[in-house]
């Protein structure tokens, strides 16, 4: 059966301070990827997805970066975290109808 | 561009209660609508999933619809249980790489 880790499951980093998120893929090949962010008081908002090694596509003008280094492992990244990147981040994978979520990572920007 | 809403944004019921979580989106031409669950500080999991071409699933005590036409899902919860409190949210995909939009979720608590 396919499985999705993520992590970290909390994290609080200063302002300024680089990022680097992991997510991996288990039990699936050539699963799309995405990451998703909740921030305070608004609705999962898609970041990236890609579907395929090297292929990201951005869905929102922001701070962060994304990179699919292997198959089945997506990374969001930033070099220098602001404030406004707080809230809670959700990988996901998918083939076709089967999919699942992370279990997130709540990040705190201080 | 694909918008999604939830209504009510908050729902506080007494246990037994049956209930419904209502959806709604802009474009009708949607690949498929899934309803989730999100529990505070955790992942979502899938409940339903109801494809452009289907009018309801059912799981158990939940029951999903969808009016495609007019843009519409609900979500039935018959005799709601405490265990059910959680953050229910609603999601089209529009085919392609399966991207979902979200709505920003109804928060339920079932009161014991």
């Known amino acids: 059966s396919q499985t999705i880790h993520q992590w970290p499951a909390t994290l609080v980093q200063p302002v300024g301070s680089p990022l680097s998120l992991e997510c991996t893929v288990e039990?699936?090949?050539?699963?799309?990827l995405y990451w998703y962010r909740q921030a305070a008081g608004r609705g999962l908002q898609l970041l990236f997805y890609?579907?395929?090694?090297?292929?990201i596509s951005s869905e929102v003008p922001q701070n962060l970066s994304a990179s699919r280094p292997q198959d089945r492992q997506f990374i969001l990244s930033s070099k220098k975290l602001l404030l406004s990147d707080s809230g809670f981040y959700l990988c996901?994978?998918?083939?076709?109808?089967?999919?699942?979520f992370g279990q997130g990572t709540r990040l705190t920007v201080v | 561009k694909q918008e999604v809403t939830q209504i009510p944004a908050a729902l506080s019921v007494p246990e037994g209660e049956n209930l419904v979580l209502n959806c709604s989106f802009t474009?009708?031409?949607?690949?498929?609508l899934q309803w989730f669950r999100q529990d505070p500080g955790k992942g979502l999991t899938s409940l339903l999933l109801?494809?452009?071409?289907?009018r309801e699933q059912t799981s158990g005590r939940l029951n999903a619809s969808l009016d495609k036409s007019s843009g519409r899902s609900t979500l039935y919860i018959a005799a709601s249980q405490p265990g059910d409190s959680a953050t229910y949210l609603c999601?089209?995909?529009?085919?392609?790489?399966?991207?979902?939009?979200f709505g920003k979720g109804t928060k339920l608590t079932v009161n014991p």
């Open positions: 999601a089209v995909s529009q085919g392609g790489s399966e991207k979902l939009v």
């Open positions: 474009d009708s031409a949607i690949y498929n």
């Open positions: 039990g699936t090949s050539n699963p799309n």
């Open positions: 890609s579907v395929g090694i090297g292929q």
């Open positions: 996901a994978w998918s083939v076709g109808d089967e999919g699942s």
């Open positions: 109801i494809q452009s071409s289907q």
